[in-house]
């Protein structure tokens, strides 16, 4: 969302300055956007982005805000940045000629993002300002990309550690519940986010300040995904499985999908079309995660034809690479065609590469 300045507070200057710029009527107003993000919804607050870049337009009065782009999203895992989208778009559109960014880890996840963000801004002639260390990326001085590149670098070794850290504690985390719920005879545990077959617990080792819920196994899941696959009756397994096997409700879910009326009916309906993204309570999984649950629970494939079987690849192995041209070789024992792999039609002629016309 691109907010103005009264939406996020820069309406309230020193007067000085406001008098300063007032009073300088033929400056020409250079157009600057800036860019706030933070990590963590619950935890971080944009006041101290807003404030420091409040302070230095105050003392620039030859630089004139026209957009604000602001988001409470993290950068990890690849997960996209809209604000940051728009930002990029909106430069290309020539709408600002400086952009303004809070901290160099803002501009990407690793050193090679962020270059090539700033390159990008740079074509559209954008400038790019980082706040934390008053330096202005200039491809025409040295020094400022050689202090700007290497706080990249800092930025991303420090996320390095941190990511490494995390892992550490999720694993140490994973081994604290498994000991527990083996003693106390207990389904299997672990730190993340429900898959197929399992649901939401409460985490025995609760902190305060922590929301308290771990993933835990469920057999009733696993026996319906079982008995829905072992069904010869049920002709898409997979459609069906998605259906009746949908992922667990977060029972603190604060788009209140673990709520009830008093019929016992949800007051938030499960279907995807009326839920955000962000929350996967009760939301059908794909087919590729069926198949890989099957995989792991070891039931044998419905399609007798599938390659992935191991009887079949080497009843495969056995032929000669001319079962993949139109032959009688080039079926099944029961008579159904088998596909062909690698090849392509040619005049009509389904030819395979690297075996002569």
Excluded at 77 to 103: H, P, S, T, Y
Excluded at 142 to 162: C, G, H, R, V, Y
Excluded at 212 to 220: A, K, N, Y
Excluded at 340 to 345: F, H
Aim: proline fraction near 4%; charge should be positive; charged fraction near 30%.
């Amino acid at each position: 969302m691109v907010n103005t300045e009264k939406d996020i507070g820069f309406n309230s200057l020193p007067d000085e300055s406001t008098k300063r710029m007032e009073s300088d009527e033929t400056l020409t107003k250079i157009p600057v956007a800036l860019y706030l993000r933070v990590s963590d919804k619950d935890k971080q607050i944009l006041d101290r982005q807003r404030d420091g870049f409040k302070a230095y337009l105050a003392m620039h009065p030859e630089y004139e805000l026209v957009a604000i782009y602001h988001e409470k999203a993290s950068a990890k895992g690849g997960r996209v940045r809209k604000q940051l989208n728009n930002l990029m778009a909106d430069a290309a559109a020539n709408k600002f000629k400086i952009a303004m960014f809070w901290e160099t880890s803002r501009l990407g996840r690793n050193v090679k993002e962020a270059l090539v963000r700033i390159e990008q801004l740079h074509k559209t002639g954008v400038h790019v300002y980082v706040a934390n260390i008053n330096q202005k990326y200039d491809f025409d001085d040295p020094t400022a990309k050689l202090i700007i590149q290497q706080m990249l670098i800092f930025a991303e070794f420090e996320s390095a550690l941190n990511a490494e850290r995390t892992a550490g504690g999720i694993q140490a985390k994973n081994a604290k519940l498994s000991i527990h719920a083996e003693n106390k005879g207990l389904p299997r545990m672990r730190v993340g986010v429900p898959g197929l077959l399992e649901v939401w617990g409460q985490d025995p080792y609760k902190r305060e300040g922590k929301r308290g819920l771990v993933c835990v196994w469920s057999d009733d899941k696993e026996n319906t995904f079982r008995d829905i696959w072992n069904n010869p009756e049920i002709r898409d397994p997979y459609n069906h499985i998605r259906e009746k096997v949908r992922l667990a409700i977060n029972p603190i879910c604060k788009h209140k999908c673990h709520k009830f009326d008093e019929e016992g009916n949800p007051i938030k309906k499960l279907d995807e079309q009326y839920r955000k993204q962000s929350c996967l309570c009760g939301k059908k999984t794909s087919r590729k995660t069926v198949h890989k649950t099957r995989v792991n629970l070891g039931l044998e494939p419905r399609n007798e034809h599938s390659f992935k079987r191991a009887d079949v690849s080497a009843d495969l192995d056995s032929l000669d690479m001319n079962f993949m041209v139109p032959s009688a070789e080039s079926h099944f024992p029961c008579g159904k065609r088998r596909p062909v792999r690698g090849g392509y039609k040619k005049n009509g002629v389904t030819r395979v590469k690297g075996v002569p016309a």
